[in-house]
């Protein structure tokens, strides 16, 4: 069974580059979070949401509760945006999308 | 410096022994979890406490065991029970259930 899913599983782009990572997910939430995890392992949360869209430089969330659907957009994206984007669903309990890989390249 | 940390970065593991991972917070957080994570897939919940002295089984506890006997600590122990034990280990801490959770930075369990 799978709760959430992202979409896509890899993604390489030049910097500069509007990046968008999506994430669908199929169970009732009470927030969904963004992390980032790093080529070394470590995880950090970026964006928790239950409604509407948040921003951090250039980073950008957003959320539509109906549909069950989130997005991730990084905007002006450089090399050290690459890492792994999860998307994580707080219900009962978390539930971890696989994640999406992201590259930039110089 | 607040923060979560985890101890060893790597450890080894002979079949057959059991391994005790650290993981220690000064965030004065009330919740911890232990997640796995292995290539391709999603982190997946061992263990979590929601307070001292109590915590419940997550999805894949069989082989594991924890204990937390104060707000800061809550160990994880591999047991030879682990069939697969492989893997990156990875704890967090957060004020409340299942809120936003601070991960520290890992343990890579190797079993030779």
């Known amino acids: 069974k799978n709760e959430v899913e992202q979409s896509p599983q890899n993604l390489t782009a030049q910097e500069g580059e509007f990046i968008t990572i999506n994430c669908s997910y199929s169970v009732g939430i009470s927030a969904l979070h963004w992390l980032q995890q790093h080529p070394g392992g470590g995880i950090v949360s970026l964006f928790m949401l239950s409604s509407g869209k948040k921003k951090h430089g250039r980073l950008i969330a957003t959320i539509n509760i109906q549909e069950k659907h989130s997005s991730l957009h990084i905007t002006a994206s450089h090399p050290r945006d690459s890492a792994v984007y999860i998307c994580a669903l707080a219900g009962n309990q978390f539930y971890f999308g696989t994640g999406t890989s992201l590259t930039v390249i110089p | 410096d607040g923060g979560i940390t985890q101890s060893p970065k790597y450890l080894f593991r002979k079949e057959g022994q059991n391994v005790t991972l650290s993981c220690e917070q000064n965030l004065n957080h009330d919740a911890m979890y232990w997640y796995r994570q292995d290539p391709g897939q999603g982190l997946r919940l061992i263990y979590y406490?929601?307070?001292?002295?109590?915590?419940q089984k997550g999805d894949i506890a069989e082989g594991y065991s924890v204990s937390r006997e104060k707000k800061e600590s809550f160990p994880l122990t591999v047991t030879s029970a682990q069939k697969n034990p492989t893997a990156f280990y990875l704890c967090a801490s957060s004020i409340g259930p299942w809120e936003t959770q601070y991960f520290g930075p890992g343990t890579r369990l190797l079993v030779l």
């Open positions: 406490s929601q307070i001292v002295n109590d915590f």
